[in-house]
C-alpha cells in the first residue's frame, strides 16, 4: 500500500506535477516485512542508517519503518504501522488495509488509503510539524474535493490515533482561512473532542505552530513537547532479541602487537565448543579529528552477533586503542565470526572528506581476540 504523498499520485499520475515527492512510503502487512526487506536487500538498496542487514533483519518486528536508498534517485520508507508510537491503534492498523482501495502506481498494482485514511495518515505525519511544508495540507484538500470522504469513519481514526488536536488545527485552518468546506456537524465534532483533550491540547498546539511566532520561553517550551513527543514516536513494538550493544573502553595499555595496515573487516577464529563464551576483543583505531561515534559489528554470514559502540569525544586525532567484552554463543559448526567497521550513517556519495570524517566506518586492526568461559 503506497501512502502520503505516493498515494496521491497513484490515484491521480497528473498529481505529479504539483506534488514534490522525494521518497516514497510504501506500507506493507507486518508478515510481509521480512519478505520485503530480502527483495530490497537484494536488489542493493542501502539501508540509510549505517547498520548491517544483518543487524537489522533481526529486529524487523520491533521497527515501525526503515529507510531505504539506490542510486541518486531511489528512496525508499519502509513501513509496518502507518502511525507512529505515540499514535497506537491495533484495531486501526487492520482496519487501514480493510478500507484500502486498489490503484496503479507507474503501472504496477498497488493499494491506497481510503479518502478518510488519507486525510488521517497526511494529518498525523504533517500536523505537528507543519512549519516545514504544507505538501500534506494539499493532500487533505485534495482528499476533501473528491467528496467522497466518510466523515464518521474519518472520526473514529482521530479519535482511535489520538489526533483530535492536529486534526482540529489543520480542518480550522482548510475551511476558516482557504473556504474548503468542511461538514459543519463533523467539524463542530472535531472541536469538542480536542478541547476534551484538557491541557495536553496546549502541547501539540506549540507544536502545530511555526517556532518564529512565539518568543523565547514558548520557544524553549515548544522544544521540550517536541522531544517528549519524538521519545513516544520512537516506541517500538518489541525488544527482542536484545540491541544492548557492547561500550568500548579505552584500554589500560596496548598489547604488544606489531603495527598493520588498518583493514574494514577481520575474521576471527572460534574455538571448536559450544555454548556460551565470553568474547574480548582490543582493536586499534585511527580517529578522525572530529567528535563521532565508532560504530562497528560481529556477523556471522547471514546472521548478527553483537554491535559495538564507542564514542570519540576528543577533537584530536589521535589513535586509540579500544577493549571491547560481550557474550556470544557458539555452535560446533561455526568456524569463523567477522569484525567489521560500519559508518554511523549512509550516504548516497561518499564524497565529502568532512562527510567521511565525521560519518564513515573507520579502519582498524584487529591487535586481540580471546573466548572465556563464562562465569
Known sequence: MLIKGASRIALNASAQRGRVAHDIDILVRPRDMAAVFDILRDRDWQIASGVSAQYLRTRLASLRSMNFFKGRFGDIDLHQLGYDGS????EDDLAIWQRAVPAQFSGVA??????????ALAIAHGGLDAHTHSDWLVDCAVAIHGEDVDWDTFLDIVGRRGLAVPAAVALSYLTFEIGIPVPEPTMARILDMADGVGL???SSVLQAKPRTDFGGLVWLSRGLAKQL?????KGRLQQEPPATPWRGRSAARKPQAASAPLVFSQAIACPQTTGDMMLEITVRIGVPPVRRRIEMEINDGGEHIARLRAMAISRSGRERVLHFRGKVTLGGARVALTLEARPSRQFREWNDAATVAAYGALPFQLLSADFFPVG
Open 229 to 233: 513527543r519524538l521519545k513516544r514516536k
Open 87 to 90: 499514535q497506537t491503534s491495533a
Open 200 to 202: 495536553s491540547r496546549w
Open 110 to 119: 498497488v493499494f491506497v488509503p481510503s479518502p478518510a485514511d488519507r486525510m
